[in-house]
């Protein structure tokens, strides 16, 4: 996170006149707050869904929790994973005079 914080804190406030500064702020926070609720309320939908597909398996509580955790974490690093090649084989573009 406090890698693309930085790095997006510059974007926002970069477009933006100098005199909108404030404004870019507020935008940087809630658009911040608005991905981490997306992401909490999704990880938790994902973890609610792979914990259910375990107990019907006829799994124990205590198995199809940690099923579900871990096919939720699994899930996350691939996704991570692909957006890092993405990132990775996409053409660098440069903005000067920031």
Do not use: C, K, N
Not at 7 to 34: E, F, H, N
């Amino acid at each position: 996170m406090g890698l693309f914080q930085v790095a997006y804190s510059d974007y926002v406030t970069g477009a933006l006149p100098a005199q909108d500064r404030g404004v870019a702020g507020s935008l940087t926070m809630v658009t911040r707050t608005i991905g981490v609720v997306l992401g909490a309320t999704g990880l938790s939908a994902a973890f609610a869904h792979f914990q259910a597909i375990a107990a019907r398996s006829l799994a124990s509580p205590a198995e199809a929790f940690l099923a579900g955790f871990q096919t939720t974490l699994r899930t996350v690093a691939i996704g991570l994973a692909v957006a890092l090649a993405v990132t990775l084989l996409s053409p660098r573009t440069w903005r000067l005079g920031a």
